[in-house]
C-alpha cells in the first residue's frame, strides 16, 4: 500500500482539477460541448506524467516497467472514478437540466440517456488512462540497449 500512496495523492488531485475544469466550462455555459473535453486527457496525462515520473525518482535503480505501469493506471483509474462520481453527482443533483441539454444536442433517441452519459464517461477516462500510460512508460522505461 505505500507504494501506492503516491499515485492515489495524484489521482486525487487530478480528479480535482478535471473537476475545475469543468466547473469553470459550466460557468461559461460550454459544458455541453463535449470537445472541450478532448483537455481532459491533456490534464489527465499530466497527472499521470507527473506520477510515473516521480515514481521514478522516488525508487532510482529499483524502479522498473511494472512499478510505472501501476502508478499510472492507478492515478488515472482514482481520477476517472472521482470525477465519474462528482459527474454523476452534478448532472443529477446540482444542474438537473444538464442532460436535458446534452440529449438536445447529442441524441433523442436513447431511453436511458443518462446511464449511457455515465458510462461513457467512464470508458473514456479509462482508455485514455490506459493509452497513456502505455505511452509515458516508453519515455521512462530504461533499455538495454544504452551505451556505456
Known amino acids: 500500500m505505500k507504494n501506492l500512496t503516491l499515485p492515489i495523492r495524484f489521482g486525487i488531485v487530478t480528479s480535482a482539477v478535471l473537476i475545475a475544469y469543468f466547473l469553470i466550462l459550466s460557468l461559461m455555459g460550454k459544458h455541453t460541448n463535449v470537445f472541450f473535453s478532448l483537455f481532459n486527457g491533456v490534464i489527465t496525462g499530466f497527472g499521470i ?7 521514478k525518482l522516488r525508487q532510482g535503480k529499483g524502479f522498473n ?3 510505472g505501469f501501476t502508478a499510472g493506471i492507478t492515478t488515472g483509474f482514482i481520477a476517472t472514478l472521482l470525477f465519474t462520481i462528482f459527474f454523476a453527482f452534478y448532472s443529477t443533483e446540482l444542474d438537473s437540466a444538464y442532460l436535458d441539454e446534452l440529449s438536445k444536442v447529442w441524441s433523442k433517441d436513447y431511453k436511458n440517456f443518462q446511464g449511457i452519459v455515465f458510462f461513457t464517461v467512464a470508458i ?3 482508455a485514455t488512462t490506459l493509452v497513456l500510460t502505455l505511452s509515458f512508460m516508453q519515455l521512462f522505461k530504461s533499455t538495454k540497449n544504452q551505451k556505456k
Open 49 to 55: 506524467y507527473e506520477t510515473i515520473k516521480y515514481t
Open 65 to 67: 516497467y511494472g512499478n
Open 124 to 126: 473514456m477516462g479509462f
